[in-house]
């Protein structure tokens, strides 16, 4: 299945409407609760995640595709189910709540699709669409479809990652809430001149994904939404998420929906 291009054009009209209803609440004094792994909620995520897994219900039926919708914001089946499906959607409708929560406009909205892929028995990830509500800004794209960064008027341009030349100065792009002492033990292994900027969100992958960064290492936890979308794009771009330190493409819909940790590639 490849999607052409009216389904991506639901697909980004889908985002907007998700990052509209998002930012009127960004815009209000709203509070939140702290979900059992302590991770923070605020009515924003459960807004996003039902226009999102409504959207891509009705989608769905476009398709003609029976696509699980696996997101941070739903009770999702058992692997035992999941792996029945040959494709499957992977949300997370707020990434960087606590970003959003801290209000400096470092947060996401994300959907990615991922396929079955029977020779290597794993699900990998072929298209993806991240929004930035703050910005007004989507970037989408995907392995064979390449990377696109757009705004709510359609004015689109192709991203591409840079080639990392010898003796470059790495802008390296790591984790504004989880920044820890083995990413900067991983850093300082790196050997070479570098300039650290730290964001929240996906924005790390997408800012590789454009160009704007050379290297994002996560040697932290992460789950699966919060890197699906992102993670299409930056292949889409030229460049790929990769386990460290054995460097295996990220897979998706497994047993257990923690991510390994992993690096980005040019």
């Not at 924003?44 to 398709?63: F, P, Y």
């Not at 292949?235 to 330190?245: D, E, H, Q």
């Not at 054995?246 to 991510?259: F, G, P, Q, S």
Request: hydrophobic fraction near 35%; charged fraction near 25%; glycine fraction near 6%.
């Amino acid at each position: 299945m490849k999607l052409n291009q009216n389904n991506i054009d639901e697909l980004i009209n889908l985002i907007i409407v998700a990052n509209k209803a998002v930012i009127e609440i960004y815009n209000t004094d709203f509070e939140y609760t702290n979900k059992k792994d302590l991770s923070p909620l605020t009515i924003a995520d459960l807004e996003a995640n039902k226009i999102i897994c409504q959207g891509l219900n009705n989608l769905n039926k476009n398709l003609d595709e029976n696509i699980l919708i696996i997101s941070e914001e739903n009770k999702n089946l058992d692997f035992n189910q999941r792996k029945k499906y040959k494709y499957c959607w992977l949300v997370d409708p707020i990434d960087g709540t606590k970003e959003f929560i801290k209000r400096n406009g470092q947060f996401t909205t994300n959907i990615g699709l991922v396929e079955y892929d029977s020779y290597n028995d794993k699900y990998f990830s072929i298209f993806g669409i991240v929004g930035i509500p703050v910005e007004e800004t989507i970037y989408y794209g995907g392995l064979n479809y390449g990377s696109y960064k757009t705004d709510y008027h359609n004015n689109r341009k192709q991203v591409n990652i840079k080639k990392i030349k010898e003796g470059d100065t790495l802008k390296i792009v790591a984790s504004n809430s989880h920044m820890n002492k083995e990413t900067k033990d991983f850093i300082k292994n790196l050997n070479q001149p570098y300039d650290l900027v730290n964001y929240g969100s996906s924005i790390k992958i997408l800012k590789v994904a454009d160009g704007s960064a050379d290297l994002y290492p996560r040697i932290a936890p992460t789950m699966e939404w919060d890197t699906c979308a992102a993670h299409s794009i930056i292949k889409g771009a030229g460049g790929n998420l990769v386990t460290y330190p054995e460097k295996n493409e990220l897979v998706y819909n497994k047993e257990n929906l923690l991510n390994p940790y992993f690096q980005t590639i040019n």
